[in-house]
């Protein structure tokens, strides 16, 4: 169901893996990642589990351009970025030139290498797209003045549906502070934004490095802030 896509428990399983290699350059639409994912069984049997899947995200992503009739990109610009101001951030293949987009760096043979050859050939609803500390504050400002969700739909998203997370959001509460956001990473690439509603704070951090150098930064400062 879309409820156990949105919150892992699909059986949807990974996408990266040798099939993804093989092919990265070629998978430039989610219909692609279906036709070449889309005909293996779950992993598990659907709502028994929760385990992190990426192919889960992009099976979203086909459903929404099933259901609104535009691309995964189109929908995104017109219902996410552009009411919340969001004018630094998107998904645009990586051979199209992007002002100050920054440039993936992992490590290598113990030296910082290009991480270009790692890279999808654009990002999708499982990740992969571009963005700024700028616009993530502004993503969640939208999200909590309701500009993006109800107030009673964006409480249901970000309360607990498993043990660790609602629906797309990871969801904790630290000492009686309850927060949500999303991390994540792959080479040469680590964000993460965390959102403490009660104590009005938005903790946003990017790297254009290897995992975990945003998140790190960002658990050093949540081990520091003030809570109640």
């Known amino acids: 169901t879309i409820r156990q896509l949105l919150t892992h428990t699909g059986g949807t399983g990974d996408i990266f893996g040798p099939k993804f290699d093989k092919r990265r350059l070629s998978l430039k639409t989610h219909d692609d990642y279906v036709r070449l994912y889309g005909e293996r069984g779950p992993e598990h049997p659907p709502g028994k589990e929760q385990r992190y899947s990426n192919y889960g995200f992009l099976l979203l992503?086909?459903?929404i351009e099933r259901v609104s009739g535009q691309t995964y990109y189109?929908?995104?610009?017109?219902h996410v970025f552009a009411p919340a101001g969001m004018r630094d951030s998107g998904s645009?293949?990586?051979d199209v030139a992007v002002p100050n987009r920054a440039v993936a760096y992992r490590r290598r043979d113990g030296a910082w290498a290009d991480a270009a050859d790692t890279l999808p050939y654009r990002g999708t609803a499982a990740g992969g797209g571009y963005s700024t500390a700028g616009d993530l504050l502004k993503f969640a400002?939208?999200?909590?003045?309701?500009r993006l969700l109800s107030p009673t739909l964006l409480a249901e998203a970000?309360?607990?549906q498993t043990p660790w997370y609602g629906y797309g959001f990871n969801v904790r509460d630290e000492k009686g502070a309850p927060s949500f956001g999303h991390g994540g990473g792959a080479p040469g690439m680590n964000g993460d934004l965390r959102i403490y509603p009660a104590q009005g704070i938005v903790v946003v951090a990017l790297a254009n490095v290897d995992p975990p150098a945003a998140s790190r930064l960002v658990d050093y400062y949540l081990?520091?802030?003030?809570?109640?």
């Open 141 to 146: 400002r939208a999200l909590q003045s309701g």
């Open 158 to 160: 970000t309360r607990a």
């Open 61 to 63: 992503g086909a459903i």
């Open 223 to 228: 081990l520091r802030m003030p809570l109640p």
């Open 92 to 94: 645009l293949p990586e």
């Open 74 to 78: 189109d929908y995104v610009d017109a």
